[in-house]
């Protein structure tokens, strides 16, 4: 199957309809949205994929079918059908766990059947024709629902969504294990924050039904275990649910000797509050104690970098920094490049108000955003506080 490579904020013009219902998905499901940002996006013209697919870490969507549901009578709404549908294939692994199951078809409608109920829960608008049934799908895991529907006569497939399933494609010296455990930390990290922000919003989260409580997850918390997986790559979660919830937090204790190097940016331009700024440098020094990373890189940053302190160990997090100005994002990201500074994470504390901030550039390293304002932030992952 041939596809290209694109960067869809460049590829689709301005008004196009995967651009319009990317923005829909933005407003309607945050957890969808963060995963679609991560995706590596791509087109083809492969019949294979009549629409869309996903491998886990790449969208590949069929520029004729796309047309096709954007002209038909649901329009946008098909379309962040789609969008919703293989994001959540990606977030819950589905195509490295159903490509390994012996039936197929079989794996792909049991997969189909989970994530559409998924959709539908959120009262977003689904397309006729789907494997959609609450009391088929119920609290069941992919593989609980395969084995199901092999015991029944599975139903024909008529999904209008294809075959949607792929296998992942590797490059030289890749290891499949190795990728598929990066990409698993990487979406229980964006549902962990999709946890925060349903208890910030009021909602339920959809992906924590059955698999914890949430009332109780903190921002503190969702900062420790990102950044305890970002440094300690033997770190490995007893917990096979798709979420933490957050009575299972499990990174206490579990961080190695010596971790990576951390950068903690922090928006000095006067939108922060104090209180807010002195909770977070409170929790980066109690994230520091615990994890011992080798090196702390603490930048003051606004539409520039203002400060660079760099914490040893046993040192303590300055209290107080130089700012004052406009909020850039880009800046801070060009400094590190250009300080040879290549850190295990970059955990940035902001009001999320930049005038780049849905335009970054692709990141060289991962970025938790702490953020008491806006989450539009079109690179890394996104704690709403």
Same mark, same amino acid.
């Given at each position: 199957m041939?596809?290209?490579?694109?960067d869809?904020?460049?590829?689709?013009?301005?008004?196009h309809?995967i651009?319009?219902a990317?923005?829909d998905? +933005?407003?309607?499901?945050?957890?969808?949205?963060? *995963?679609?940002?991560?995706?590596e996006?791509?087109?083809?013209?492969?019949?294979?994929?009549p629409? =869309?697919?996903?491998?886990g870490?790449?969208?590949i969507?069929?520029?004729?079918?796309i047309?096709?549901?954007?002209?038909g009578?649901?329009?946008?709404?098909?379309?962040?059908?789609?969008?919703?549908?293989? #994001?959540l294939?990606?977030?819950l692994g589905?195509?490295w766990r %159903?490509? *390994?199951? !012996?039936? /197929?078809?079989?794996?792909?409608?049991?997969?189909?059947?989970? $994530?559409? #109920?998924?959709?539908?829960? @959120?009262?977003?608008?689904?397309?006729?024709?789907?494997?959609?049934?609450? /009391?088929?799908?119920?609290?069941?895991?992919?593989?609980?629902?395969y084995r199901?529907?092999?015991?029944?006569?599975?139903?024909p497939?008529?999904?209008p969504?294809?075959?949607?399933?792929?296998?992942?494609?590797?490059?030289?010296?890749e290891?499949?294990q190795e990728?598929i455990d990066?990409?698993?930390?990487?979406n229980e #990290?964006?549902?962990i924050?999709?946890?925060a922000h349903?208890k910030k919003?009021? /909602?339920?989260?959809?992906?924590?039904?059955? !698999? =914890?409580?949430?009332?109780?997850?903190?921002w @503190?918390?969702?900062?420790?275990?990102?950044?305890?997986? *970002?440094?300690?790559? !033997?770190?490995?979660?007893?917990?096979?649910?798709?979420?933490f %919830?957050s009575? *299972?937090?499990?990174?206490? =204790?579990?961080?190695?000797?010596?971790?990576?190097?951390?950068?903690?940016?922090?928006?000095?331009? =006067?939108?922060v509050? @104090? @209180?807010?700024?002195?909770?977070?440098?409170?929790?980066?020094?109690a994230?520091?104690?615990?994890?011992?990373?080798?090196?702390?890189h603490?930048?003051?940053?606004?539409?520039r970098?203002?400060?660079?302190?760099v914490?040893?160990?046993?040192?303590? $997090?300055?209290? &107080?920094?130089k700012g004052?100005?406009? &909020?850039?994002?880009?800046p801070t990201?060009?400094?590190?490049?250009?300080?040879g500074?290549?850190?295990s994470?970059?955990?940035?504390?902001?009001?999320?108000?930049a005038?780049?901030a849905? !335009?970054?550039r692709?990141l060289?390293?991962?970025?938790?955003?702490?953020?008491? +304002?806006?989450?539009?932030?079109?690179?890394?992952?996104v704690i709403?506080?």
């Amino acid at each position: 199957m041939n596809s290209t490579i694109i960067d869809p904020y460049d590829y689709f013009p301005k008004g196009h309809p995967i651009k319009v219902a990317v923005r829909d998905v +933005g407003r309607k499901w945050f957890l969808c949205y963060s *995963k679609l940002l991560a995706l590596e996006w791509h087109i083809t013209d492969d019949p294979s994929i009549p629409y =869309g697919a996903t491998d886990g870490r790449r969208l590949i969507l069929n520029t004729n079918g796309i047309a096709e549901m954007a002209a038909g009578s649901q329009g946008i709404d098909a379309l962040v059908f789609l969008l919703c549908h293989e #994001a959540l294939h990606a977030l819950l692994g589905h195509p490295w766990r %159903g490509t *390994k199951l !012996r039936n /197929k078809q079989v794996a792909n409608i049991a997969a189909d059947y989970i $994530v559409n #109920a998924m959709i539908d829960a @959120q009262n977003l608008p689904t397309i006729p024709n789907i494997y959609l049934d609450h /009391k088929v799908s119920g609290d069941l895991s992919l593989e609980q629902l395969y084995r199901k529907l092999l015991n029944d006569e599975p139903p024909p497939e008529t999904n209008p969504t294809g075959s949607d399933l792929i296998e992942m494609e590797l490059g030289d010296g890749e290891d499949e294990q190795e990728v598929i455990d990066k990409l698993s930390e990487s979406n229980e #990290a964006m549902m962990i924050a999709d946890a925060a922000h349903a208890k910030k919003t009021g /909602k339920t989260s959809t992906m924590c039904v059955d !698999r =914890g409580t949430t009332k109780d997850i903190r921002w @503190q918390d969702i900062l420790r275990e990102y950044f305890c997986e *970002k440094t300690n790559n !033997r770190w490995v979660s007893p917990v096979n649910r798709p979420v933490f %919830g957050s009575t *299972k937090m499990v990174c206490l =204790g579990r961080a190695k000797p010596k971790s990576g190097t951390l950068v903690v940016a922090i928006d000095t331009s =006067g939108s922060v509050s @104090q @209180q807010m700024l002195s909770d977070f440098l409170s929790e980066v020094e109690a994230i520091i104690e615990q994890t011992n990373p080798i090196e702390t890189h603490v930048i003051s940053a606004s539409h520039r970098v203002c400060e660079h302190v760099v914490v040893e160990r046993g040192e303590s $997090v300055p209290t &107080t920094l130089k700012g004052g100005g406009g &909020t850039m994002f880009q800046p801070t990201f060009d400094y590190l490049v250009s300080q040879g500074i290549e850190p295990s994470a970059v955990i940035y504390l902001t009001d999320g108000y930049a005038s780049d901030a849905t !335009r970054l550039r692709p990141l060289l390293f991962p970025v938790l955003w702490v953020s008491t +304002g806006a989450t539009n932030m079109n690179q890394g992952i996104v704690i709403p506080v």
